[in-house]
Each structure stands twice: as structure tokens, then as C-alpha cells.
């Protein structure tokens, strides 16, 4: 959901010791995807999260100051009527979930910081209604930073503001936000100077809870219920009296994002219980945070127990190897994956693949080490990739090999070409190296929105070392 092309610079803290800056990185990136068409459409391509896409937006997640993003993302805004006084509005990337009360107006979730304006734009083409309550269905930045831009609406504030109800959680999440920007900016493919710098910078919530939460607005019941599952402050938001379920990130139309391998812990056991209570509820209309609704409820009842029964499947896997003491790399390459799942359209990888989802599963049980015992107190990297490139019998045959596993065994080219990278990062051969296999790497069918970004954040540092060697001046 972030964008890959002119994101925030991994490169500068990853190759720190490279002396490589955020600026340097970017240009990189943008040289190397903007000279070859078919990697732009590829890297483009995994970006929309279920919706449509809005590069402008995806550059400048959390910047309400993007002219650029604000009106892209206005021109791709649309609103659907899915029940009486019950709207999905289909901002790219992300939705937001809009009911009419007689109280005043419900919105579960405000879109990325440039998607407030056409959020409110949306809102105001179905309803002159003030906004009563808003609910953040988690922290997340394409669900929580639209807000500002309602906080501006006349009709709203003239009835006094809205009350902004979110799991207490999601105030942690705010403050991590402040203290860890420079690492977000890093892992979200964000502009570090984009993110929030001050508390001025968020909307915060005004009213918060633990586990459940029941509101009565306009004479009908809001139900607000947490279990940990992309986030650990996440809730759904459940309208009984007119069947209505925002399910916010747990169902998102994909596999879903349970196994990103820069984001901290995720709910894996939670995520399933959250999945079968909202089935057992019985809605009638499904607003997802991401994706199109559902109307039916026997298809709603059935993608819910189907993604619970997925990831349950995940989850049992995982246990069963650790408690058979294997070791973790085989739990994950040993995950069977059955035809109901493959086949299926909605549990389709785009984001992570099932064995992604292994790893964050392994996680949640074990420590950090991966079980080979030189790992535990490893020798630097260097050292090791020197010792690599000494047995290889010097650079250009470690080189040569590599080239030559690049129509045959990708994933194995890319581990010798990390060798000779961090052996001898400023050799020329070994940065086209890095930007060769890391092209294929990204080109390769297998390869997901979550695999793209790594790789081409790789090679970039690669390219960006190359710019420099051609006008050492620039440097
Ligand atoms: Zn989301």
C-alpha cells in the first residue's frame, strides 16, 4: 500500500555504512524503474490493496499538504449505497464506511491524510447530516489520517465536534508513530519528513476502550469490538439494528497481510476468533476496510469462515512443527496449501504469500533466532562474505556463478549476489549484479507487492552506488 517507486529510502539506513542518503536512494529507484517499462508495470501493479490506485496518494500517505494527492485521490473517490443510509465510500487503496443516524452521521474509518477532502466531499454528496462519531478501526495510516479534513467541516463542528472512538491501543500506536519516524519512513516507503512530527499532527481519539465497547447513537446500538489481528488496537464496528458489519482489515478480499515481514507482531489466533464471532453475528451487508461490499449473507457467513479456516490451517501447521521440534526454516518450506485455498479468488496472495504468514505464526511463539547455531553469535556480514568470496576463488567467479543461476534457480543467484554485495559493494560487476538479479527477481510471476518492494529498494542502493562512480562530482 505504500509506493515502491519514490518511497521513503531503506537504502540510507540499510547501506548506512555506504554513506548512501535518502535522496540518492529515491533518484535511484526512480532511474531504474522509470527507464523500463515493464518493470514500472510490474511494480506498479501490486499497490491497489483491493481498490483502485492513486500513486500521487501512495507517495504521501501521511502529507494532507499534496495538492497532487488531494485531487487524484478526489478524482478516483466514489460513494456506494450498499443499505438504506449505509455507504462504502471507495477511496483508492482504502475504503471508509459512512451511516446515517438521527443523531448525526457514523464514519468507521477517514482514509490516508491526502483522502480527507474527497472522504468529506463523499459524505456531503449523500448527507447534510454533522458527523456525530467518528471510529478508527485501527492506527493505520490509510485508516486514521484522513480525519483532519472533517474536523473542518462547517455543518460538523457547528454541532459541537465529533467524538472519535478508537481501542485504547491506537494511542500507543500514535506516539510509536512520533518516536519512530525515521524507522517508519524506512519501512513504509514513505519521505521521512512526511511523517508526523508533533502531536498537533494526528487526530487523537477522544474516546477509547479495551475490549468492547456498545454506543446508542440516533436510538440504534454501535457495537465496538477488538481482537489483535493486523494491528494490536484493532476493532470491527458491528450495527445490529440494521445488520450492518465494518470488518475494518480482518477480511480484505486477499490473503491477508498476516505475514509482512517489516511489521511488528500480528494477531494470528485472535484474527481467526475475530473472523467466526463476526460470522456468527449474521450480517446482512459487509463494509470491509478494503475491497468491494458484500450484500449477501450467506457469501459474507462463507468468505469469513473460509479466510478463518486458512489461517487456521497456517496456525496448526506452525504448532505442530514447533512442537515436533523442527527446525524453523522447514516448518515454513513443509506448509501445505490445499486447492480451496489456492483456488479460491478472495484468498488470492497478493500482499503476503501463506508462508509468509508461517513466519509471523513462528513469531508469535519463539524468540528471534532462526535455530542454525552459527546464527546465534554470528561473525560480521562482511567477514562472512569475504570468507564466501575467498572460497569462490575471488569476486569474478562468485560473479559468473551467480549470472549463470539467473535463468535457472532466481532465489539462489539473489543469495550469491548479496555474497559478493556485502563483500564488495563498489566493485562494478557486483552492483550490475545486484540490479540484474534484483530486476528478474521483481519481473518473476512469484514474486508479491511485499518481495517487489525489497527487492527494488536493493537494487537501488546498487544503481545509486553506480550513479556515482559515473560523476563522482554529483556525490
Ligand atoms: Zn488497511
Redesign the pocket.
Known sequence: MSDPVTGGSPAALEHGDLGLDVAECTDARIDIVLGDPDLMARVAAGGAFGGEYSRPAAQAMFNRHSAEAVADVRAKTRIVELAPRSWLVRLPI?NSAVFETDAGLVVCDTGMAPGGPALLEAIRSVSDAPIHTIVYSHG?V??AYGTWALMEDPATMAAGGPQIVAHRKVADRFDTYLRLRGSLARYMNQPPHHLPASRDDLVWPTVTFDDRLELEIGGEALHLVHHPA?TDDQCYAWMPDRGALYSA?YYQGFLPNLGNGKRLQRGTDDWVIALREMADLGPTVLFP??GEGITDPELIRSEFTLLADALEHIIDHVIDGLNRRMRKDLIVDTLDWPDRFADHPTLNVQYVTPRDIARMVIKRWTGWWDDIPSHWAPAPLTEQAATIVALAGGIDPLVERARSLLDTDLPQACHLADWAWYAEPHHPDVQQLVVDAYRDRIMDPSSNTQDILVYLDHAAAARALQRRAEDPADS
Do not use: P, Q
Open positions: 482504502v493505520h490509510d485508516h493486523e482489515d476496510g478494503h
